[in-house]
């Protein structure tokens, strides 16, 4: 079971991007994903969540309106758009496969002017 993010960048307040997370070892398509961030001296926390068909999604409140997750099953892959990009959004994050309790090893976003 592997999991890897990719699309981590330093970015300007307002701007946008895309994580990849790319999955290999395990039925991608069976399992619920989601997407956490943990930013320095902080715990991790849940970003946003989606169904295995990717019809039911979550989102934490700080990033409702601003970030869509979605999935492409036949590519194995679950994907964090994330738009108009504040600094207090400066983390690592990370994938994660909740019944496999499998993590990635993350990517660094950050944003800064």
């Known amino acids: 079971v592997q999991l890897v993010e990719s699309g981590g960048a330093l970015v300007q307040p307002g701007g946008s991007l895309r994580l990849s997370c790319a999955a290999s070892g395990f039925r991608f398509s069976s399992y619920f994903m989601s997407w956490y961030r943990q930013a320095p001296g902080l715990e991790r926390e849940l970003v946003a969540g989606i169904s295995r068909s990717g019809g039911a999604t979550n989102y934490a409140d700080s990033v409702k309106g601003r970030f869509t997750i979605s999935r492409d099953n036949a590519k194995n892959t679950v994907y964090l758009q994330m738009n108009n990009l504040k600094p207090e959004d400066t983390a690592v994050y990370y994938c994660?496969?909740?019944?496999?309790?499998?993590w990635g090893p993350g990517t660094q976003v950050t944003v800064s002017s």
């Open positions: 994660y496969a909740p019944r496999l309790a499998q």
